[in-house]
Nanobody, 124 residues
Framework: QVQLVESGGGLVQAGGSLRLSCAAS?????????VGWFRQAPGTEREFVAA????????NYADSVKGRFTISRDNAKNTVYLQMNSLKPEETAVYYC????????????????WGQGTQVTVSS
């Protein structure tokens, strides 16, 4: 059973920063998976934010977050991070990490394993 736990969400003012963490627990080694971050605001579909390949050499971002968000992984800590800078109120959402049984990521929700999400609220 692959278990992913997100943390690091919270309330931040517009222009502020947060770092989200996606930790694999139990017998899960996150180094075996490509990992993506997604977000979902109330009444909207879950949307792709960023993803990183299993090796960490390939990374992709949604156009809306390029230059402000950074995804990284520390396999020794069994964790993937999402550094979010210059946050905007419209980025208020529940943020999810997901793992894919593949070396490469996709920018769709075609991931096999999902965390429970962490709330990010950006005030104006």
């Amino acid at each position: 059973q692959v278990q992913l736990v997100e943390s690091g969400g919270g309330l931040v003012q517009a222009g502020g920063s947060l770092r989200l963490s996606c930790a694999a627990s139990g017998r899960t080694f996150i180094s075996n998976y490509a990992v993506g971050w997604f977000r979902q605001a109330p009444g909207t579909e879950r949307e792709f934010v960023a993803a990183i390949s299993r090796s960490g050499f390939s990374i992709n971002y949604a156009d809306s977050v390029k230059g402000r968000f950074t995804i990284s992984r520390d396999n020794a800590k069994n964790t993937v991070y999402l550094q979010m800078n210059s946050l905007k109120p419209e980025e208020t959402a529940v943020y999810y990490c997901a793992a894919r049984e593949s070396a490469m990521f996709v920018a769709t929700t075609n991931y096999q394993y999902w965390g429970q999400g962490t709330q990010v609220t950006v005030s104006s």
